[in-house]
């Protein structure tokens, strides 16, 4: 898996994802400093949460399209370019509107990022590691959620909140700098034989001839696997955007504490997330007679139950170390099934739509970042509790979870 220069490849996907989620979950560490600072209500911060991805969602599809035209490395090198300016750009915000349009920009340069480490993984890796290589490359995104806390919180609260956005831009550039200079777009190839192989029997399967693009869109399997995708979304947006908010508003902690205790479900997090990859693929060879589809969906309806039900009992639960540990849990479960889904699509689609189809996945599924924060803002702002906005993210994972047990399964090929 770390040989002939897959283990440079994993590392810079790694870090990758370590900044993509220091850069994202920046503004919810900050946003009791920004709430204050520019006189914004709840609804209104739910508001700007939520703008991040109006823009998002949209660069998932498009920048799955980029990777499959352009290249991966390209895509990526642009893209970490643009979120680190704009997440930079946030200092010159000077009310709602500004802050919105930074944020909308921003979760542009941020939507290719998991379409490319997709393709990058496609290319790289043989079908039997894919789900452990994109878990372990994702790992990444939790663990920057991780010292986003500690990071941006003593920054904040020493030299003010715009300068750790100013600090997260400049790790971006450096990063990108040293991507384009040390990382190949495919491996040599000799290295490359198992991938073109794969590829070959994909397009063996669908007659001799390659599928277009829209032949995937309508499938049922791509369509409730995003479903599913975007329940896991929308409790992670729930989390990532308005849990440090819970825990300064309904359980009294102060910005000092709130700023540690989000380290916690991060850390189980990046655990889970480093699991769920290879607890796949290991069910995948243990069930190989039952095929592929069975283990992932055996790992995804299991975990994301699981954590629905940890959500939704943190809402109701009387104490913040119940709240936290809840919450903790939820996350656990959830990223377990983070590889799942990009694995789902590596094993159904050709080499040449991998890309497109994930980005359309994934920018279906964060809709949810676009509905999610705002509504619960929404709650919050009308009942005076979170309750309800707990309730209602662990209720949906619930159906979801349900959703795949019914309606994935594996693709039929054209004659």
Sequence with gaps: MFSQGKGMVIIFLFLA?????LDRSALSIAAPFIKDDLSLSATEMGIIFSSFSVGYAIFNFLGGMASDRYGAKLTLFVAMIVWSLFSGALVLAVGFVSMIVIRVLFGMGEGPLSATISKMVNNWFPPQQRASVIGL???GTPLGGAISGPIVGFIALTYGWRVSFIAIMIIGIIWAIFWWKFVKEKPDSSIQQASAESAAALEKSAGGRKLKLTFY????????????FFAYNYILFF??????????????LSVKDMSIVTVIPWVLGFIGLALGGFVSDFFSKKFAQKGVLFSRKLVLVTCLFLSAVCIGLAGMVTTTVGAVSLVALSVFFLYLTGAIYWAIVNDVVDQNNVGSVGGFMHFLANTAGII???VTGYLVDTSGTYTAAFLLAGGLAVFASLAVIRFVRPIVKPA
């Design 17 to 21: 994802g370590v900044i993509n989620y």
């Design 372 to 374: 999610g924060p705002t």
């Design 217 to 228: 869109l309508k499938q049922k399997t791509v369509l409730f696997t995003a479903f599913a």
């Design 137 to 139: 490359t994702n790992s």
């Design 239 to 252: 989390f990532l955007t308005w849990f440090p908010s819970y825990l300064v508003d309904a359980r009294g």
